[in-house]
Every structure is written in structure tokens, then in C-alpha cells.
């Protein structure tokens, strides 16, 4: 449809919290093999509230947020350029050990993804990972990611059942809890909706309200009317590039750019 | 979604409508292209129905085929025998008849009667063939005895002499052209001429049987009369000796040994007896003799009384014979009523007068109660009959024997098996005492009765030696010590007993598969998760065929590798080998510390294929390290020498549980260390760089593994102290074909098997359970150790079973490579036969339809079995875990 225009750069009006960035992408590029999946991207995440990636299907939303806990390496022929600061270093840069990076960055994907183990395995395998053993901890740990996963009340009788025999919400609920059990700084959520039913949505995105201030939360969803209700900021994307990003009120009520436009009044995708 | 409205419709109809239509018109849209493509798709589907189905079924018919053909082979080996027929005639005499002989085609038998008369009848009819008169100068017989082929006799009279004397016959060929003329029938078979009798064997030539008779010349041995007598032969047929043992009425024991010579110019033959007077058995009053036995070596006597003790002589030193041993075989006052030696003369039979049958073993037992260190051991009990046991006869190539009891029944029995193969029945005169014989060819009796009635019977029994106990129990085989699990189907001689034990062929299959995959399933398991979790898809890419393509190596190939090269060099080199299984696993943790040891960038730029040939090369220095500290090795730890250390003779058992016991020691240590520093430590790593922290633990690594280095010897000396050696038990004397080779060699042939299910089950773990664990900050060890193998676990564990199946199931490296002595010990330095190996040994020999060709089938059958168990299971276990793998 569009044709290689030089790019246009992107619209900034971000809305920035009081303690500052969380993480900062800068120009920030990315191949597949031969094809490029992201474009020069620079965006600062702000640190404690809900960053929304909205995009078309395949626009590198999902190749974004992985790029920030770098669950990218294991992919054959993946080339990075550019930098993402995490505080003062740069995640991809020399000596970084990405283990460490990952316990300080939750993560949450669009299926829910829970272990065949019992549910409090699940809930308290970041901390098992990270050799910690005391069960003292553990228990303490477990009820308290599953307090602010709002699934205390539903499991407390059952942490030692398997969680596969939990339902789709709530495996999802769980997986959050275990994303934010090792207490990170920042919940990456890969469309953690797309897979469950409104009631769950809602249950879910109740959650992230609770999160917000605690936690610095990326999300990236289809839903519009989701990124509008949960996020402060949203980043808006189109073919690997960032095209607009700031202030989630105004990328849906008052678009800088005629593909945002297009794409939050539903006109293309 | 989208605003666009299907079809082109203009009109003016209502939405609903308007839907409705369009919605319509996609039906029929879709029907008409379901029209278009079902055709050729149907004959396709069609096609590969029927291939597929025909295909799968034919598999199974193969499969059901080849178990329905290996149990048609061996369900004739556990029936029984089948009566073909029996007959029964009186012969003109009224005498006792004191011997009988039957030729080995069941044509001719010989009585002879006490008075001397000697009939040859023709076995089938009980025509009258010859008759000859032997005149005994007024003696009268009180003792007869014959030898194991009962054509040569000794005749005991009353006035203390002996005569020898010939019952046998003579078997030659007749051409159809110099058949004599005058023939009579006897029968539909056979025909007779003045004494021969002419038997048409296919060929169109024609047996001919005739009996030779002749009575010798008697020796005086004794004053009074000869009451038992046993007469043996032995010696070359050029040089034979004949000895001969009687007991007189006096109570003397005598030994006499003939030495006949022929002169090789006149062909005079000259007797030479020597006799000696064996000790006396001081037997009380009124207990008598009632049976002497001689083995044909004349090395031993056996004397039965009527007190139910047997007596054994050793006389080996022939002119200063010993009394050796008295054994009570029956309770006081039963007597021992009759004895024989089973053909090759290990077992003694002993019968009793309250119908009880014993069998007897002399072992080398070290016993001080005889004087020569060997007893006389009960070793197997049979089927007692129901009345005194008044003959016992032995077959001559079998561990048969007949007995005929003192109501006149006869049955044959068949030692080694434990059966009593017939309960003959009779049609005639059961009251009258009689003796049995069984033909030569162990396939009828023939039964004599005191007043000249003859009955036999002709049978067949293929398989007498085999029954389910033989074949998976433990039998007392003579000459053994106690009863055992033996292989051992064929022997150099015919008297020896065949041993169809499967116990220990199964026993050496499970031991071969064991040792195997005690090498295999590390290394394929470190392999698949090394290749499924850890490295590059392009380093796969070229692992995983290069494993694949080690399955394509020819099992014959590595069996001789394993023979010829490994096998000598492992012998050579054994210290150096055994170092090597602990120099390798810790040069590659060497290899691997050092690698986190290395600064950032040359990891980065390193890792992926030269990572793994630095690995390679990480194997390939230790183990040529191990190779150069081999002997000091070795005489550090085994006095200088393995082999003698592994017999038992030198040094303790401490340096090897030593080396057993060190994986576990790392572990028990590392867990301890866990335990108490765990926390501490994991705060001091984090605080550091990587490559830092890498150095750290690399030091930690070092300080633990000494730790587990002492911790191992200390357990390994506790052991010691407390008297534990594993010599004797897993580890015992070395051979050069030993489970070890095979175990190494074998391993090779399964690891791509196993590698290549548990990749596949790796690596049909969904991945996104893969990423939940990394995002979690886990490492891909971790992530591989707690999620994604407990996920695969059944299909890890099914491709275990399927590498133990293929290691049951392999026969050429254990042909060539495992020594093939079907011994049953665990002993790793030792070698074994398995089920396919003797099979592949044994099946080219082996007499088409025989008991060994049968109970080789059965070795297939039980193989077949073992392999499709182990298999099903696998299968199973699989399909539960692709039902669960589609669940998550
Ligand atoms: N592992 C991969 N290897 C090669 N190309 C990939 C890989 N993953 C994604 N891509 C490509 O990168 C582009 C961006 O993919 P990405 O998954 O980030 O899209 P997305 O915005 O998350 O889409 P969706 O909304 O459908 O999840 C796509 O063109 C996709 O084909
Ligand atoms: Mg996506």
C-alpha cells in the first residue's frame, strides 16, 4: 500500500512520570536474516506506568517488548543495532548478564504458559531459579504474588494442585503472579487478554490498574479500547516503525499522525 | 470490523434479507467448489486408505506370523511322549531268565535262561530266529551282570566261578542282488534265513542282523558262591580291560581287572586277571549284600545292602583299594533293592524296597567323613512307585532310565528333567518278577518276565530332557555342586548332560543391555538436551545428522571393532581407560569453567561452532592425558597392576568405590555446600561481573571437588573397614571380552536411537513453556532440568526403553565382542552370551527339529517377547505423553 517514502520521524507527546524513564530505547533497529522487523525506534518508557504498543499484525510489537528482556537470542540470524538503557547500562551491550536482566523484567505472553507443576512451583519458580530455598520466603512470596494477581482468595486452598486444572483466566492471573514474584522493575505483557473471555479481560485489566505505581508495565495489545482504559502512554506502530507515541488520551482522541487516526478509528488492520 | 459489504447487491430488500442471500450464495459458492475437488481427492483418499490399511494390517499378520511360527516350533518340546505300540508273546522256556538284550532297530531280542539256553526272537512277532545251549558243567547261575551296552555279560555261579559271555549282534549290508534265496517272512518288514534276519532300508539294500553268542571260559574266583556281580569294560578296543566285581556268599568283595592282549602274529588272545580282596564292610549280622556296581574305569565300587546303606570304594590305586565312604540312602531296614549308574556314570540311581528313586552325585565336597574328600549327595528325588523297586535299567545315550517295581509296574523315567516320561501299561502276567531294558535308542523296553514272557513297547519322546523347569528353573546337573541356572546344549561327548537353562542367556541380555546403556543413556541424554536447549540451530543442524548417521554404522562393524581393536587395547590400557571416565566428564568441566572464565568478548564472538569444537577438543585432552597417566595411575591405586587387583589376590577394595563413589560425593558435597553457603554465596556472585564471577566459581568448583575427593575416600575406607568389597560382586577377574567392551561398543549402536527420541520429545516441548521459564530469568539449564524434561519425560523415557530394547535385541557386537560364556555373574570385567548371540552361535548347528534347534526357537520366542514388551511400553508411555503434550 505505502510506498518507501522517507520516513517520516516520529510524533512525540509523551506524558512523563515523576521518576523518570524506565527504560530507553534508542535508535534502535532490528533484522529478521535479510528483513528488517524495526526502524530507528526511540521511545523512553516511563518508569511505574502502563506503556500500551498498539499496531497492526506484524508490525514488530512483539519483537519490541522482547528486545527489552532480550528473549530474543535464542533466534538464529537475529541482528540488533542501537541501544536499550536499562538505569545506566545498556542491555545489549558487552558483558551484560542477560539471566540477571531477566529476573529484573517479568514477563507475560499471550497464551497462558503455567508450568506442569503445582501452583505454587509456578508462583515461586523465579525464586527457586535464583537458588532460593528457604520455604519460609517461599510461602511468603507465593502469598504475596498471588495477592496482587488477585488469586489469593480463588487458590489459597488448592497451591498444591497442579495449575493446568485452573481455568484460561486464571492460569493468565497466575502467570502474572509468577511474572511479578521475583519482584522486578518492569512487567513486559504480550497481548495478555487475546486468549480469554471479557469477565477475565476485565479481572485482568483491574489488575494492571493495581499494578500501576508499583511496577513499570509495557503491554501490548489489539484491543484499543483496552490500551485506552489501562495505559497512560501508548506507542503506536506501523511496519517496524514508531509512528507516534505519547499521552494515551491524545493518540485516541486526538491524533498527530493520519495513520494513528486511521488506525484507532478502526479504518485499516 | 470492516465496512464492506459482500456481493453486489443494489436492491432494496431489508438487511436481514439481504444477508440472508448473500450468506446463501457463499453456500452454494462453497458447495459447487466441493463438487470440483472432491472427485480426484476422494480416489486419493481412497488410494492411501486402502495402501495405508493393507499396509498396517500385513504388519501385524507378520508380526502375529512370526510368533504363531516360533511357537509352533517349540510347543512340541513341552508335550509329552506318545505310546506307538506294544506286543507280548511267550518264548519256549519256563526258566528264569537271568539277561535279555534288544538290538537298536528293535529287531532282534536275546534271553537267556539260567539253565543256559539262550533264545534270539524277532522283537515284533516273537518268532524263534536261533537257539543255542550253553552248558555251564552243572554250575548254577546266582549272579548275572552286564555292561552299559548289555552285549557283553558275566555269569556268577554257585562254585565261586565267573564266565564272560556275548549276547550281541552283528549288523551288516545286503545288496538286493546277494539276497540269499529261501527267505521266510516274518513279518511285513522283515525276513529270516538260517539265523539272519534281512530288513529293506529304502535303499534297496537290505540290513542284516544276526546274533553272536558265545560263552567263555570260567575263573575260579572264590570258594563259595557268587551272590552280586558287575561287569564293565574298559580300556581301548585293542587293549580292553575287563573288570569284574563280586561279592560271594562269604561276604569277600573281590576286584578282578583282565587285561587282554591279542598277539598281533597268532591273534591269540591271553588273559591276564589280576583280582583283589576289598576291605570288608563289617557289616552287622543278618544285613546282606544286594547289589554291587563298578564304574567302567574300574575306579570305584558301589555295594548296596539290605539295610538301606550304600558303600563306596576307591580304587584308584588298584592294589590297595579303600573303603571311601558309607552313605544310609534309605531309613534303617529298607533295603536299597536295586542300582544303576546313568550312562556317562556321574549320577547313581538308587532304588528302594519302599519304591523310592534317588540319584546320587560323588562330589568333591572336602568333607573329612570319606577319605578321598568326596561324598555321595542326594541330588534329585523322583517320583517314588508304589512298591520296591526290583530292576532299575539305564538308556545308553540318554539320562533315562526304566524301573520296574515289585507290583510290575514299569516306568521309564528321565533324570535331568525329573519326568517320568511312561507308566507303561500291561496286558499280560504282572506277577511274575521281570527285568526291562530300554533299546539303544532310547525309543521303547523291552520287559522279560521270570517265565520266558516277553512284552515291549516302542515309543517316542523327542524331547524327554525339557520341560519349563529345565528350561527357566534351577537344575542340580551332576557334577555340580548344587542346583544351577546352566546353559550348556552341546558337549565333546554323548554322556554328557545337555543344559537348556534360558535363565542365564536371559540373565547375559539384560546384563549386555544394562552395562550399555549405563553409557549410552548419559551421553545421548546430555547429547539431546545439549543439542535441543543449548546450541545454535545451525550447530543442530549439523549434530543431529551426523548422530542420526551413526545408527547407519553396521552393528558387525563395531563388533569387530569392539573385538579386535577395543577389546586389546582396553585390556592394555584398562587403568588408563578407567581414569578416563573420570579425567573426561571433569576436563569438560574444566573446559567449561574456563570458558566462563574467559573476558565478554571472546565468548560472544566464539560461542556457536567453535565452542563446540573446543569442546571436542576438551575430550580429546583428557582423554589422551588419561592415556599418559594410565600406569602411574595404576600403580598409585592398584599396586601397579588392575587385573591382579581385580581378582582379589592384591590390595583392598577401597580405590575403586573410591572412584564409584566420587559422582555422588560431588554431589553430596555440592548439596551440603548449598545448604550452608548457598545464600551467602549467591549474594557475593551477583555483586560481581560475569566473567568475574565465572573465576570465582570456577575456585569453588575446584574446593568442592577436592572436598568430594576426600569425602569419596574416606566413605570408600569406611567401607573397607567394615569388610565391603565389591570384588566378587560387580567387579571380579578380568577377561578380555567383558561386559565393558561390549557395554562401550553397544552403547554407540543405541545412542542414536535414544538421542534421536529424546530430542524429538525435547523438542516437542512447546516453546512457549521454554520462553515462560528464560523470562523468569532462568537459565537454560535450569529451564532444561525443570521444565522442559519433566514435560518430556515419558518421551525420554520411552526412547530409554526403545535404546534397551535395541540392546536387548542386538546380536552381532555381542557375538563378536562378548566372549560368549554364558555365565551369570554382574561382574563387569566378564563376559556374557545373550539370547541373540546364541541364537546366531548355536541355530547353524543344531539339529533341525532336535531339542537344541527347538529351545533356540524358544531363546527367539522369549527374545521376540522381551523386545515387543519393552517396545509396547515404550509406545504407550509415548501416546500418554502426546495426549499431554497437546494439552499444554
Ligand atoms: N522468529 C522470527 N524470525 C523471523 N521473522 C520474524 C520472527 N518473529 C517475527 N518475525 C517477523 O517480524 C515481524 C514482526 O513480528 P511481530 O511478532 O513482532 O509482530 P506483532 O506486531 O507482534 O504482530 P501480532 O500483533 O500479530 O502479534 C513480522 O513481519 C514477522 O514476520
Ligand atoms: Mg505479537
Redesign the interface.
Known sequence: MTTATAPEPTVYHLRRSAEGSALDIRDFNLWYGKSQALHDINMEIQKGSVTALIGPSGCGKSTLLRCL?R?ND?I?DLRIDGQIQVGDFDIYG??V?V?????R???V?Q?P?P???SIYDNVV??L???????RSVLDETCERALRSAALWDEVKDRLKESA?GMSGGQQQRL?IA??IA?DPEVLLMDEPCSALDPIATLKIEELIHQLRGHYTIVIVTHNMQQAARVSDNTGFMYLGRLIEYGDTNTIFTNPKKKQTEDYVS?RFG | MSDTTPGGHSDDYGTELRAQQSSDAIASRLRQRDMKTRASVKLGEKVAKWVITIGGLMVIVAVLGIMVFLFRVVAPMLGGGEILGNVRYQLDTRQDTIWNNGDEFQTLGTVVAAEGRVITFHIPTGTEIARTQWDFNGAEVTAVAGTLARDRIALGFDDGTVRFAEVGFASTTTSRRNLPDGLRDLDARDRELDGRVFTEVGTGDFRTLSPVVSLGESQAISDSAIVALDYRIGGTRERPTLSFATVDAAGVLRVSRSRVTVNMMTGAETVDTTTVELPSLGLADGVSVTGILLSGSADRAIVATDDGVVFRYDLRNFDNPSLAEQRRVASEGVAVTAMTFLSGEESLVVGGEDGSVGVYFRLQTGTDATTDGRELVRAREHTPMPAAIVDLSEAQRQKEFSAVDADGNVWVYHSTSDRVLFELARSGDVTTPSTAMIFPRSNGVMLVSQGGEVEAWQYRDSHPEVTLGVLFGRIWYEGYSEPQFVWQSTAGTDLAEPKYSLVPLIFGTLKAAFYAMIFAAPIALMAAIYTSEFVHGRVRATVKPMMEMMEALPTVVLGFIAALVLAPFVEEWIAAVLLGFIAVPLGLMVGAFAWQALPPRIVLRYDGLPKFALMAMSILITAWLAYRAGPWFESALFDGDFKAWTTGRIGTGTPFMFIILLPLSYMAVAWGFRRVMGEFWRGRMRSMARHEAGRLDALRWLVLLLGAFVLSYAVASVLTLVGYDPRGGFVDSYQQRNALVVGFVMAFAVIPNIYTLTEDALNSVPGHLRAGSLATGATPWQTAMWIVLPTAASGVFSALMMGFGRAVGETMIVVMAAGNTPIMEWNIFSGLRTLSANIAIELPEAVKDGTNYRVLFLAALTLFIMTFVLNTIAELIRQRFRKRAFQL
Do not use: E, H, Q, W
Not at chain 1, 527457586?128 to 528457604?134: H, I, L, N, Q, Y
Open positions: 528482556n528473549m535464542l538464529d558487552p558483558g548478564d539471566i540477571a536482566l531477566r529476573k523484567m517479568g514477563m505472553f497464551k504458559n508450568f506442569a507443576m519458580y523465579p527457586r531459579v535464583d537458588g532460593v530455598t528457604k493446568l502467570c509468577r511474572g521475583s478502526g
